[in-house]
């Protein structure tokens, strides 16, 4: 398919009831139908299981807090026109949280920590709250209520590049994971001009854009430079990939912060008996599920593979007299925890096929006479093939191993 016949996620979405937007409920906070619900649920699992796998350890916050903790972190200063406006109750003002990295500080810094304990990789699936102007707004690409695959590596400034480089690795695998094409890298730098937007510390901009620049260099990494796109208070390597309409959004994100553990005064006690300064590697592999599932539909075309699809089996019986026999392959598919349904509707066996291929479903079992007599099936693909004569058990070995290695 030529690029410029690509399709907008937002009218895949609609078509394959994954998400909606409702005026009533608000611009920006997008419905999950359970279509779609069911690809971010998909998507979440994977990378929490590639996370645990990496020695991440899953927390969980809240989803907001007192406005002092954003003013003591720069956020309030440096970002409050990407907030939400304070809730003030009992005399205290508090926000719904637009970053997770403060509640992660605090998780932390509740203790003290030994060189032992580091890195300390804390992860979390945080949802956050973000004031996008209502003109910026876009299906799931742009939201104002969004779910991040959010980690704070909280390692000593020996640990910072190994840790930068393997976030970076899970990223690259991530990517050849879901097959997501037309990606590249963007250092984005902090612009030395700009007093307001970044913190005023010539020398902590030198040491973090010097760290990031070596790692890059030994990961031999292609990017392109992009001097005023850095976070406020540090540098970071984000992963752009274009949407349908051509336009670059930032997706991954992998960046170098020495100012917040200054900030919140975060050490650890080295072998030494000594307290040392903690340096953190903030980073989002797949970004927000919103925007990466928004990425995902438009790079696939609704085709999921298999693992993703939200059905991933369609069974058609021909006549009503074979819809007991669908029945019972029904429960044996779902015994086997795969998706599947019956298209009961009184239309041809043609239509139905149609239907499900306009659907994107990867497997259509069709069910007739002779397949009920014979206990074999047949299965057309969405891609128009069909495998006649099969196996049941055979076709559904084949189908869980498709499955589990995410194929």
């Known amino acids: 398919m030529d690029d410029n016949d690509l399709k907008d996620h937002r009218e895949i979405g609609q078509a394959q009831e994954l998400f909606f937007i409702d005026p009533e409920i608000g611009l920006g906070l997008p419905m999950w139908l359970p279509n779609g619900a069911t690809i971010r649920r998909e998507l979440e699992r994977y990378m929490t299981d590639l996370e645990l796998k990496e020695g991440y350890k899953h927390v969980i916050t809240p989803h907001i807090a007192k406005l002092d903790l954003y003013k003591k972190s720069g956020h309030w200063e440096h970002y409050r026109d990407g907030m ?217 075309q609704g085709a999921f593979p298999t693992w993703l699809s939200p059905v991933q089996v369609k069974i058609i019986p021909i006549t009503d007299r074979n819809l007991e026999y669908a029945k019972k392959l029904l429960e044996q598919f779902k015994d086997s925890k795969i998706r599947a349904e019956i298209d009961e509707r009184g239309e041809t066996m043609q239509a139905k096929i149609r239907d499900a291929q306009n659907m994107k479903i990867p497997y259509m079992v069709i069910i007739g006479d002779k397949e009920q007599e014979s206990g074999m099936i047949s299965v057309r693909k969405r891609d128009g093939e069909s495998l006649n004569n099969l196996d049941f058990k055979k076709f559904l070995d084949e189908l869980n191993s498709e499955i589990d290695k995410r194929a």
């Not at 203790?111 to 973000?130: D, N, V």
């Not at 902090?190 to 005023?200: A, G, I, L």
């Open 84 to 300: 939400f406006a304070p809730m003030n109750r009992d005399n205290e003002e508090y926000v719904l949280r637009p970053m997770n990295c403060p509640h992660h500080i605090h998780l932390f810094n509740h203790r003290p920590r030994s060189y032992r304990e580091l890195p300390l990789r804390i992860a979390e699936f945080g949802t956050l709250y973000r004031w996008e102007n209502s003109g910026e707004l876009s299906g799931l690409i742009r939201v104002r209520n969004m779910t991040l695959n959010d980690a704070h590596i909280f390692c000593s400034p020996s640990q910072l590049k190994d840790e930068f480089k393997s976030a970076v690795k899970l990223i690259e695998k991530v990517y050849k994971d879901l097959k997501l094409k037309n990606f590249w890298y963007r250092l984005s730098l902090h612009d030395p001009k700009d007093k307001e937007k970044y913190v005023n510390n010539p020398k902590m901009w030198e040491e973090s854009e010097r760290a990031i620049r070596e790692a890059l260099d030994e990961l031999e990494l292609d990017y392109k430079e992009g001097v005023g796109d850095a976070a406020f208070y540090g540098p970071k390597l984000d992963v752009q990939i274009p949407n349908a309409l051509g336009k670059d959004e930032t997706v991954s994100t992998v960046q170098i912060d020495f100012y917040l553990p200054e900030k919140f005064n975060l050490n650890y006690l080295g072998e030494d008996g000594k307290k040392h300064p903690i340096v953190i590697v903030h980073r989002g592999i797949i970004s927000t599920l919103e925007r990466m599932v928004g990425f995902m539909i438009e790079q696939y």
